[in-house]
Structures are given as structure tokens and as C-alpha cells.
């Protein structure tokens, strides 16, 4: 299956906001964020947080899926991986897979060394699709930004 996907640009603040909504409504125990707080941003707050980085969206007929890269504040040479996530109904279909080649693609392009990425112990699912991307386990683990949540570093060189 080929996949349109894109980076996200100012005008994109709507579209952003409803793919994040339907992320959490559909997976909310997989993100640091809440509902509650994306509902609450305005587009000036979509703005910002495509603006230090990159955003892709996934698209057949409307956003399926989103992903974004940044820049680590304190050395450029490390990007993480965010904000991942993709419809249900294209889970297995290799369309994470190519959300997250895009951010690698990008990270490379901006000179990145490495990619580093958390996910929510427990994501089976998310671990291996990032392990299908090259990410092994860095062993290290933090409490997330959510009562309760504990998440799992992952990590991968870029060649």
C-alpha cells in the first residue's frame, strides 16, 4: 500500500488538532499528553509545536496519521521521535512504518547522529514496529508526565 505522506505546514493547525484528538481518544494511555490539554490548544499553540521540528502527516482522503521529529535542546546531533500514532485500520499495513522512515529521512537531513524515542511500557505493539526501524532498547526507563506512566527509551544510530 503507498501512502501519501507530508509535512505539515501553518494552515495545517485544524488537522492537526483533530488527528491528535482521535490519538488519544484512541490510545490515551500511549502519550504523555491528555485529551483535555489538546483540546485547549489554539492555533497559535499548533503553530509552535510543528515550529521547532517537523510534523508528517499521513493522508488518504483526510490525516490517518501523524508523527513529529525534533532536535534535542542540548545537542543537535540527537533527534527524538514523537507523537506517533496511525488510524487502526491502517495498523499493519507498513503505514508506521513509513511515518517513521520520514522522521529518520529528516533527521538525517538535518545532520542528526541518532533518534531517540519513548514509548509507554507496556506498547508491545509500538516496541516492535519501532524495532522494525532499527530502535533497540537503551535499558533506560522514566516516569512520565502522566500519574502512573513509565516510559521505555528507545534508541538507533543513523548511518
Same mark, same amino acid.
Request: charged fraction near 30%; charge should be positive; include cysteine.
Given at each position: 500500500?503507498?501512502?501519501?505522506?507530508?509535512? =505539515?505546514?501553518?494552515? *495545517?493547525?485544524?488537522?492537526?488538532?483533530?488527528?491528535? +484528538?482521535? %490519538?488519544?481518544?484512541?490510545? &490515551? $494511555?500511549?502519550?504523555?499528553?491528555?485529551?483535555?490539554?489538546?483540546?485547549?490548544?489554539?492555533?497559535?499553540?499548533?503553530?509552535?509545536?510543528?515550529?521547532?521540528?517537523?510534523?508528517?502527516?499521513?493522508?488518504?482522503?483526510?490525516?490517518?496519521?501523524?508523527? =513529529?521529529?525534533?532536535? *534535542?535542546?542540548?545537542?543537535?546531533?540527537?533527534?527524538? +521521535?514523537? %507523537?506517533?500514532?496511525?488510524? &487502526? $485500520?491502517?495498523?499493519?499495513?507498513?503505514?508506521?512504518?513509513?511515518?517513521?522512515?520520514?522522521?529518520?529521512?529528516?533527521?538525517?537531513?538535518?545532520?542528526?547522529?541518532?533518534?531517540?524515542?519513548?514509548?509507554?511500557?507496556?506498547?508491545?505493539?509500538?516496541?516492535?514496529?519501532?524495532?522494525?526501524?532499527?530502535?533497540?532498547?537503551?535499558?533506560?526507563?522514566?516516569?512520565?508526565?502522566?500519574?502512573?506512566?513509565?516510559?521505555?527509551?528507545?534508541?538507533?544510530?543513523?548511518?
Amino acid at each position: 500500500m503507498r501512502f501519501a505522506i507530508r509535512r =505539515a505546514v501553518p494552515g *495545517d493547525e485544524a488537522a492537526l488538532r483533530a488527528i491528535r +484528538l482521535q %490519538a488519544l481518544s484512541d490510545a &490515551p $494511555s500511549a502519550f504523555g499528553s491528555t485529551y483535555e490539554r489538546e483540546l485547549a490548544r489554539t492555533d497559535a499553540d499548533w503553530r509552535r509545536w510543528m515550529s521547532p521540528g517537523v510534523t508528517f502527516l499521513l493522508e488518504l482522503n483526510k490525516p490517518r496519521g501523524i508523527v =513529529a521529529g525534533v532536535h *534535542d535542546k542540548d545537542d543537535r546531533a540527537i533527534v527524538h +521521535l514523537m %507523537a506517533m500514532w496511525v488510524e &487502526p $485500520s491502517l495498523r499493519g499495513t507498513g503505514a508506521a512504518d513509513a511515518l517513521v522512515s520520514s522522521v529518520l529521512s529528516w533527521a538525517r537531513d538535518e545532520g542528526a547522529r541518532h533518534v531517540r524515542l519513548h514509548i509507554a511500557k507496556g506498547n508491545d505493539r509500538a516496541r516492535r514496529c519501532y524495532e522494525r526501524s532499527g530502535f533497540q532498547v537503551t535499558g533506560r526507563e522514566t516516569p512520565g508526565t502522566r500519574e502512573g506512566l513509565v516510559e521505555i527509551e528507545m534508541a538507533r544510530a543513523l548511518l
